[in-house]
Each structure stands twice: as structure tokens, then as C-alpha cells.
């Protein structure tokens, strides 16, 4: 079974500061694992996703995370944050096709 | 590329009435859909797992005659919730898979249902 554990239900960052949303998983087997992002009355979009390999992950809009298998994490990071990042973030993993949600983190950006 | 669409993007409706929504993958053929539910400040909770012409998988919990689902092409997907009740609002989510990709799913803008 897979589950996912994001810590913070809300994370408070002033402006340019560094972002980190944390994200622990558990799996029986390899993870896919991935971050999404949901702005108010949005879908989700996909930020980045972790499947084989680089265990650091690029995202879009400056966005990485890294793989520690050690620690069963997929911590989110951005070294400056910005305004328009002000969102909700799920973590998520998947062992086959179907992927289950951690409850999300949302990001306050102070100006 | 990989676009998926829902129509409409918000409804309301009366109690006892049926709600359809459709979700549409645009430029890629998609064999699986999902559909979610998302109560406000919560996560995405899955509902059904759809396979091209076959009977949708429904989660525990999930009552298969209050949410149809119907999945009659590789680009359509239909979620009708009959008989809504003020406790069927929400905000409802499809996602589609087309399996090119393993594990990737592409998500719908969502639709926000308001049953008065």
C-alpha cells in the first residue's frame, strides 16, 4: 500500500525567501512520485516528477525536488519565491497507474 | 500537448435534479479517466477509474448509482450525478491517462457543482 505524508498544512514564506514543502511516502515498491500545484477553482497542474534515475528533479517555474530513498522523501524546494506561488501543493506517489494524494500544503508568500 | 478539457466548469442546480459533466482529452487518446472529488481545503479524493468502453472501477465508498460514469470513446469521459442533494456539491475533477507514459496522468480545470 502507498500513502503519503505532507508535514504543514500551511507554510508561510516572505518574498524571495526559500521555499520548502515537505513530503514523505511510503511504497512497497519503486515510487513514481510527483508535486502538483492547484491555484483557487483550478485543476492541478504538474510541477515535476520523479519516475527512474537523477534523483534531483527539475521543475517548471524554478521549482526542484530530490529523491531520498533512505528517508522516503520528495521534499519541494525554490530558492527564491515569488508571489504568483502563492498556491496549494500536493505530493503525490504512485505505484502503478492510479497515484494517492498527500492533503496538501498551502503556500502564504508575504510581500 | 496532452490538454484535457471539462464542460462546464461550474453548475448549479436544484435538489433531485441530474448533473451531467463531460471531460475531454483533447489532443491525445486517452485510455483511462479518472475522476476525483475535492472538498474545500481538502485533497483529492478518487472516485472511479474509467477504461475505454467498460464499466468503470468505483472506490469503496463510492455509490455507483448516484455517479454514473461512462467512458464511450478514447476522448470522452461523462460523470452524471443523479438525483443531487445539497451534499453532492463539490468540486469534481477528471484526469486522463494515456498510457504512454506510465504513472502520468493529465487533470481537467475541474467543475464546481452547487446543489441548492
Known amino acids: 500500500a502507498q500513502s503519503v505524508t505532507q508535514l504543514g498544512s500551511h507554510v508561510s514564506v516572505s518574498e524571495g525567501a526559500l521555499v520548502l514543502l515537505r513530503c514523505n511516502y511510503s511504497?512497497?515498491?519503486?515510487?513514481?512520485l510527483f508535486w502538483y500545484v492547484q491555484y483557487p477553482n483550478q485543476g492541478l497542474q504538474l510541477l515535476l516528477k520523479?519516475?527512474?534515475?537523477?534523483?534531483l528533479v527539475k521543475g517548471i517555474n524554478g521549482f526542484e525536488a530530490e529523491f531520498k530513498k533512505s528517508e522516503t522523501s520528495f521534499h519541494l524546494t525554490k530558492p527564491s519565491a515569488h508571489m504568483s506561488d502563492a498556491a496549494e501543493y500536493f505530493c503525490a506517489v504512485s505505484e502503478d497507474y492510479i497515484p494517492t494524494f498527500g492533503r496538501g500544503t498551502s503556500l502564504i508568500v508575504h510581500p | 500537448g496532452a490538454v484535457v478539457s471539462q464542460h462546464p466548469s461550474w453548475v448549479i442546480c436544484k435538489s433531485g435534479t441530474s448533473v451531467k459533466i463531460e471531460c475531454r482529452s483533447l489532443?491525445?487518446?486517452?485510455?483511462?479517466m479518472f475522476w476525483y472529488r475535492q472538498f474545500p481545503k481538502q485533497s483529492l479524493m478518487l472516485m472511479a477509474t474509467?477504461?475505454?468502453?467498460?464499466?468503470?472501477?468505483?472506490e469503496q465508498g463510492v455509490e455507483k448509482d448516484k455517479f454514473l460514469i461512462n467512458h464511450a470513446s478514447l476522448t470522452l469521459s461523462t460523470l452524471t450525478v443523479t438525483s443531487a442533494h445539497p451534499e453532492d456539491s463539490s468540486f469534481y475533477i477528471c484526469s486522463a491517462s494515456s498510457g504512454m507514459i506510465k504513472n502520468e496522468q493529465f487533470f481537467g480545470p475541474g467543475t464546481r457543482l452547487t446543489v441548492l
Open positions: 489532443d491525445f487518446q486517452a485510455t483511462t
Open positions: 511504497s512497497s515498491v519503486p515510487p513514481y
Open positions: 474509467s477504461n475505454e468502453g467498460s464499466k468503470a472501477t468505483y
Open positions: 520523479y519516475t527512474t534515475g537523477a534523483t
